[in-house]
């Protein structure tokens, strides 16, 4: 048994929010309360620290099978615990893409066997991803499959949407929507306005996304489902969805660090790591998205992890792959950039990263309540450390968030029962026969 000590509690589910303790026998929560004592069991001193429910992360690209030179299982998900994160779902745009249960049963069991997070693999919407003929959803939930999308691409074809909405429909599945429209994205590598024409470089506009997000909302009514739109950059997609729900349509939607705090003025110098799909848009779309996840209209925080090798990323900005290392400054950023900033209180953080996922999901995560899986992220509100991806468990140091000094980093995290990160570092087991 693990006794935590004086830790500040955040749990939103309970409406905890002060300090107690937390009593661990292997891997369940078994008691929550002020003084709490336990023969025997191993005590840990938190006084000071932050405690929250560990934090859930819907959108992450592990990069396996296929491309392991940019990331695989075991380094993304040391990058995860080491982010604060104790369970993410996996995007299935690998090579192959998910989109049989062979692929799905091998995250499942390799992502175990390592322990440092738990995966809940994605599939894919259509077969190889080419938007033409919809997958096995049925049998792939079966299988453990927890949501599915072609992330990475849009589905182009309306009436391949309307299938897959169907057919999700009658297992309560979700589907998550890369919203883009192929044919207007054209050779755009970044937001479209004065900042691409004074660079010289092509433009995407918010209409690509926008088409399809209003597309995907009038189907989701139609077909009366369970729809996500991914990575939200723009304003006006914001609006739809708010008007959509308004409505009574069952959508949900998430927005990444990088389109909440970054925006097209960063692409100036040309660095690749700010290139990513969807583009960083302007100062009125982030700070749209800022209030939108105030005031819930936006139902939670993903990074979007897209991990790239070097040669990925150290060719001329056109050339270079979208996507942001974004699993190991995630906390940070949100806590520095929203918390302390006084935005967003400990439990909005909580419910943004960690309580809304899981129920998004349908989860029985996001909360410390007696009877959950021990899973637990600590934070030292002391601590203040500048970002650097030489220190990122991710093979993917592609991050533009270098350089920043950040508060709010993980010190523990104990994925169920088992400590993970100590100290701000990974810790290392032996019997991990593969590091
Ligand atoms: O920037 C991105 N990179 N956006 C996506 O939607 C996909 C991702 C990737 O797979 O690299």
């Not at 209003?214 to 914001?238: E, P, Q, V």
């Amino acid at each position: 048994m693990i006794l935590l000590k004086n830790a500040f509690v955040v749990d939103p589910a309970q409406q905890l929010e002060g300090v107690c303790d937390i009593l661990i026998d292997h891997e369940k929560i078994v008691a929550v309360g002020e003084n709490l004592s336990a023969e025997q069991a191993q005590i840990v001193d938190l006084t000071g620290k932050i405690l929250l429910p560990g934090l859930i992360d819907m959108h992450v690209h592990l990069r396996d099978p296929g491309q392991e030179y940019k990331e695989d299982i075991l380094s993304g998900t040391r990058a995860a615990a080491h982010g604060g994160f104790t369970s993410i779902v996996s995007m299935p745009n690998t090579q192959p893409p998910v989109d049989h249960e062979a692929i799905v049963q091998s995250i499942i069991s390799r992502s175990r066997a390592y322990g440092y997070a738990d995966v809940y693999p994605a599939a894919c919407i259509t077969k190889g991803q080419k938007g033409e003929e919809i997958t096995e959803m049925g049998l792939l939930h079966k299988q453990g499959v927890i949501a599915f999308t072609d992330d990475g691409k849009g589905v182009a074809h309306a009436g391949v949407m309307r299938k897959a909405m169907d057919y999700s429909r009658i297992f309560g599945g979700v589907l998550i929507s890369h919203c883009e429209d192929k044919d207007l994205l054209g050779e755009g590598v970044m937001n479209e306005g004065i900042v691409s024409t004074e660079l010289g470089l092509a433009g995407i506009p918010n209409a690509v996304e926008d088409l399809m997000i209003s597309r995907d909302l009038m189907l989701a009514k139609l077909t009366n489902s369970r729809l996500h739109i991914a990575h939200l950059s723009t304003k006006s997609g914001l609006a739809m969805i708010k008007a959509a729900k308004d409505d009574g349509v069952s959508v949900t939607t998430e927005v990444t660090p990088h389109h909440l705090f970054l925006t097209e003025e960063n692409v100036r110098g040309y660095d690749t790591n700010t290139k990513v799909n969807p583009p960083l848009r302007t100062q009125e779309d982030c700070q749209a998205l800022i209030e939108g996840l105030i005031n819930g209209d936006i139902d939670c925080i993903v990074t979007d992890h897209a991990p790239h090798a070097r040669e990925d990323k150290e060719v001329e900005y056109d050339y270079a792959a979208f996507g942001i290392s974004g699993l190991e400054t995630s906390l940070p950023l949100v806590w520095t950039n929203l918390y302390l900033s006084g935005k967003m209180t400990l439990s909005q953080l909580v419910t943004v990263m960690s309580r809304r996922p899981a129920e998004i999901l349908g989860l029985d995560k996001g909360t410390l309540k007696v009877g959950s899986m021990a899973d637990i992220t600590i934070v030292d509100p002391i601590v203040e450390k500048i970002v650097d991806s030489k220190e990122f468990a991710s093979k993917g140091i592609n991050t533009p968030f270098n350089g920043l000094l950040l508060k709010g980093w993980p010190d523990k995290v104990y994925k169920a029962g088992r400590l993970v990160v100590d100290g701000g570092r990974l810790v290392e087991w032996e019997g991990n026969a593969w590091i």
